[in-house]
C-alpha cells in the first residue's frame, strides 16, 4: 500500500534535517568551527605566521587531548560532564611530585610518575564514583563542588605534606611546595620531544610526535574498550539505565568503573599536559583546568549524555586553536585584546547551552 | 520512662538536624583561644561584616521558596549594582543620593539580566544549581567585555580617573571613597567601642518584612505551591514558567541592592574580581546557618552570617598560631566555604534519592498486593 502524502512529506522533512549541514554537525559546533575557519583565513592578511600558529595549535592539541579524552567514561555511563577533574588532577601532582621526591629524573620519571599517581586516582576514583553512586541525577553540581573542596583541601595539604626536594620545596624556608615547578630535567618535554618532527626550528617549533602518538594510544584503547562486553555494559548504563539494569548489568558497579577511568585518564591527563607545558602548577591551578577541558569536548559535539572519540579530537582542536588564534588575530584587527573574554564567553557558553538543550544525544 | 525516651529521640534528632551549624560553633571555639582577638575587636568586626552581607544572603530565599535551589545565579544582580557603581562614580553623585541612584539604575539591569537567567533555568529544570552556576560564569565574560572594552569607547564615561590610561575600559580598582560607608554612619550609634550601623540594620530588617509579607500573597503561595509539585501546580492552573522567572527577577534585584550595600561598606572595590566569590560566600554562610537546598528561613539567613563571618575571622590568625603559616587559615576557609556547601548539596541529594527509592519500593509493595488480591 502507497503511503499517504502527509507520511511523505514527513519522511522528506526528516531527510532534510538528517542533511542539512547545521543539524548534522550541531549549530554551535558550526558557528565555532566557522570562527576558527575565519581566525586561520584572517591570520595570514593581518600578518601572522600561520605555520606557527597551526604549530602552536597542533603542540597545545598534544597537552590537552588526553585530559577531555577523561571526559568520555563517564558521560558514557551516565554521569555527565566530569565537573570533579580536579580529583584526577590531583591524583596526578601527587604522583608527580612523589616522582620528583624520589629522584626521578629524565623521561623514565613521566612513567614513574604515572605509576605512582595510579593508587591515588584508583583510590579517589573508587570513593568519588562510590558517592556518585548515592547521589543520582545531581552528580554535576555535586562534582563541581567536590572539585573546589578537594582543590582547597591540597592547597593546605601542598605546604604541609613533608617534601623536601630542593627544585620543588621554597629555598627560603625549605617546607611547602612551591607554587610552579620547572620540570626542566625531569619528565619536562618527555613524550613531546620522542620521534619530534621540526616545523619551524629557529622558533622552536616541533611536531610532538611521541605526545601525540601516546594519545592515540590512549584513545585507540578507549575505543577498544567502549567496544567490549564491559563497554557495551557501560553505554547501556548510560542510554536507559533501568533497560540496563533489567538485562542484568550492575549499573552501580559500571559507573563506578567509569568514575575511576575517568580520574586516572585524568591523572595521566595532567602528566601529559604538564610534560609539554614543561612547569607543574600547584594550588588553585588545577581549578582552571576544569572549564577549558569541558567545554573543548563539548564544542567536539558531545552532550551531557553522549562523546565518542572524535568529539574529543575536533573539540580540543577547535577550542585550542580558538585559544591560540585569538590574541594574535583579533588583536591585530580591532586593536584591543579581548581574547580572554571571548574564551570566558565560549567555554561557558558551551556548557549552558549542553545543560539547556532538550534534544538526547549529541551531534554526529 | 517512655518519655525520657523520646525526648531523648527529639534531642537526637535536633542535633541529627542542626549538625552543620554545631559544627561550626565547635570551629569557632576552638579558634577563639587561640586567635587571641579582644571581645571588643571582635564584635566590631562581626557587627560590621553582618550589615555588609545580610542583604546579598537574604536575596537567596525566594528562589529556594520557588524550589529552585541555590541561586547561583546571584552574581548575575552583583554584576548589575556594580555596572550601576561605576555609573553614578562617573557622574559624581555622592552620599546618599548615589547610593540611591545606583540602586535605581541597578533594578533595570537587574531586571533584564533575571529574565535572561530565569528563562533559560526553565529549559534546564531539574538542575537549575548547576545551570545557574555556569550561567553567572557566562555572564562574567559578558560583564567583562562591557567594562573592559565597551565602556569608555560605547558606553560614554566622563571622568579618565575611571579609566584605563588607553582611553577605553574601567581600571582594576573604582574607588567609592565619596559614599563609603555613608549608609552605615547615617544613624549609627556606638555601644561600648562597638559601632553599630542602624540604618543598614533598618534596611535589613524592611526587607525580611517585606520577604515575610510577600509568603502570604498569592504569588507567594504560587512559589510554594511550584516548589511542591511542578505537574500539580500547573493543573491547578499557575503559570509554573512564569513564576519561576519572577522568583528569579526578583533574587537578582535584590542581590543587586545587596552588592551595593556591600560594596558602600568596603569603599573601594576590585572591578573585574568583586563579584566572583560573592554567590559562594552567600550561599556557604546559608547553609552554615542550617539551610538546606529545598528550605531556608530568615533566621538561618542571620544565623549563618553570624558563624560563618565569625571563622572567616578567626581562621586565618588561629591557622597562623597553630602551624606557624599564615597561608593555611586563608585556605583552610576557602576550604570550609566549599566543604559546607558540598556536604549541603550531598545531604539533599541523597535523600531525595532516598525517597525517589522508597516510593518505588512502596509502589511495588502496592502493586503485589494488588496481584495477590486479584489472585
Known amino acids: 500500500m502507497d503511503k499517504t502524502d502527509m507520511e511523505k512529506t514527513l519522511e522528506n522533512r526528516d531527510l532534510m534535517e538528517r542533511f542539512s549541514f547545521a543539524s548534522r554537525f550541531g549549530l554551535p559546533r558550526t558557528i565555532i568551527a566557522g570562527f576558527v575557519l575565519l581566525l586561520f583565513i584572517m591570520a595570514p592578511i593581518v600578518g601572522a605566521d600561520l605555520t606557527m600558529q597551526v604549530g602552536n595549535v597542533i603542540n597545545r592539541f598534544s597537552w590537552n587531548a588526553v585530559l577531555v579524552l577523561a571526559m568520555v567514561p563517564m558521560i558514557h555511563s551516565g554521569c555527565s560532564l566530569n565537573f570533579g577533574i580536579p580529583l584526577g588532577i590531583i591524583a596526578g601532582l601527587l604522583g608527580g611530585t612523589l616522582a620528583i621526591q624520589l629522584g626521578a629524573t629524565g623521561p623514565v620519571s613521566f612513567f614513574i610518575a604515572i605509576l605512582l599517581a595510579t593508587p591515588f586516582a584508583l583510590l579517589l576514583g573508587g570513593g568519588y564514583g562510590w558517592l556518585l553512586n548515592r547521589i543520582k541525577g545531581g552528580e554535576m553540581m555535586i562534582a563541581t563542588y567536590v572539585g573546589l573542596a578537594s582543590i582547597a583541601f591540597m592547597c593546605m595539604m601542598w605546604l604541609l605534606l613533608p617534601y623536601t626536594s630542593p627544585t620543588m620545596v621554597w629555598g627560603l624556608s625549605g617546607k611547602g611546595l612551591r607554587t610552579t615547578i620547572s620540570l626542566d630535567g625531569f619528565y619536562g618535554g618527555a613524550l613531546a620531544n620522542f620521534l619530534q618532527i621540526p616545523i619551524d626550528p629557529a622558533n622552536g617549533l616541533y611536531f610532538p610526535t611521541g605526545a601525540i602518538l601516546f594519545f592515540a594510544l590512549l584513545a585507540l584503547g578507549m575505543w577498544a574498550f567502549l567496544h567490549t562486553k564491559t563497554g557495551t555494559a557501560m553505554t547501556a548504563v548510560g542510554s536507559n539505565p533501568l533497560f540496563a539494569r533489567a538485562s542484568g548489568i550492575n549499573v552501580d558497579k559500571m559507573r563506578l568503573l567509569s568514575v575511576i577511568m575517568s580520574t586516572w585518564l585524568g591523572a595521566v591527563g595532567i602528566l601529559v599536559y604538564q610534560q609539554g607545558f614543561g612547569f607543574m602548577q600547584l594550588y588553585m591551578a588545577p581549578n582552571n583546568m576544569t572549564l577549558p577541558t569541558v567545554a573543548a569536548i563539548l564544542i567536539g559535539g558531545a552532550a551531557v549524555n553522549k562523546a565518542t572519540i572524535p568529539h574529543v579530537i575536533i573539540g580540543t582542536i577547535l577550542y585550542q586553536s580558538v585559544v591560540t588564534l585569538t590574541p594574535t588575530v583579533m588583536t591585530a584587527m580591532i586593536h584591543m585584546d579581548v581574547s580572554e573574554v571571548v574564551r570566558i564567553i565560549i567555554s561557558n557558553g558551551m556548557i549552558v547551552y549542553a545543560l539547556t538543550r532538550k534534544v538526547k544525544g549529541g551531534s554526529r | ?375
Not at chain 2, 178 to 207: C, E, H, W, Y
Request: hydrophobic fraction near 50%.
Open chain 2, 1 to 375: 520512662m517512655k518519655r525520657k525516651q523520646t525526648s531523648k529521640v527529639s534531642l537526637k534528632r535536633l542535633l541529627q538536624d542542626n549538625s552543620v551549624p554545631i559544627m561550626f560553633v565547635l570551629i569557632c571555639l576552638v579558634c577563639l583561644p587561640l586567635a587571641g582577638y579582644s571581645p571588643a575587636y571582635l564584635l566590631n568586626e562581626l557587627v560590621t561584616r553582618m550589615g555588609r552581607n545580610t542583604f546579598l544572603i537574604l536575596a537567596l530565599l525566594i528562589p529556594i521558596m520557588a524550589g529552585m535551589g541555590l541561586n547561583f545565579g546571584m552574581t548575575l544582580g552583583a554584576m548589575a549594582g556594580e555596572i550601576a557603581l561605576i555609573l553614578v562614580v562617573d557622574w559624581q553623585i555622592w552620599g546618599i543620593p548615589g547610593i540611591i541612584l545606583a540602586m535605581i539604575i541597578s533594578i533595570p539591569i537587574s531586571i533584564l539580566l533575571g529574565l535572561f537567567c530565569g528563562n533559560l533555568l526553565n529549559k534546564a529544570k531539574g538542575r537549575e544549581m548547576v545551570t545557574s552556576y555556569f550561567i553567572s560564569y557566562f555572564m562574567n565574560g559578558v560583564y567583562q567585555l562591557v567594562v573592559l572594552f565597551l565602556m569608555g569607547s560605547i558606553i560614554p564615561i566622563m571622568h579618565s580617573t575611571l579609566k584605563l590610561p588607553r582611553g577605553y575600559g574601567i581600571r582594576n580598582t573604582v574607588s567609592l571613597l565619596s559614599m563609603r560607608q555613608q549608609l552605615d554612619n547615617l544613624l549609627a550609634i556606638n555601644v561600648g567601642g562597638v559601632k553599630i550601623p542602624v540604618l543598614t540594620f533598618l534596611i535589613i530588617a524592611v526587607l525580611c518584612l517585606v520577604i515575610i509579607w510577600f509568603r502570604r500573597t498569592k504569588l507567594g503561595q504560587d512559589m510554594r505551591a511550584v516548589a511542591q509539585d511542578m505537574n500539580v501546580a500547573r493543573d491547578a492552573g499557575i503559570n509554573v514558567d512564569r513564576t519561576r522567572i519572577i522568583a528569579i527577577v526578583m533574587s537578582t534585584v535584590v542581590a543587586g541592592f545587596g552588592m551595593i550595600i556591600y560594596l558602600q561598606n568596603l569603599g573601594n572595590f576590585p572591578t573585574y574580581s568583586a563579584h566572583t566569590q560573592i554567590g559562594t560566600f552567600s550561599i556557604a554562610a546559608l547553609l552554615v546557618g542550617g539551610a538546606s537546598v529545598e528550605r531556608a528561613s530568615i533566621g538561618n539567613a542571620f544565623l549563618g552570617v553570624t558563624l560563618f563571618h565569625m571563622m572567616f575571622i578567626l581562621a586565618p590568625e588561629a591557622g597562623t598560631a597553630i602551624t606557624g603559616d599564615s597561608m593555611i587559615g586563608e585556605y583552610f576557609r576557602t576550604f570550609v566555604s566549599y566543604g559546607v556547601i558540598t556536604v549541603a548539596l550531598i545531604m539533599y541529594e541523597s535523600r531525595k534519592h532516598r525517597a525517589k527509592s522508597q516510593t518505588g519500593y512502596l509502589l511495588a509493595l502496592a502493586q503485589k498486593e494488588e496481584e495477590a488480591r486479584a489472585k
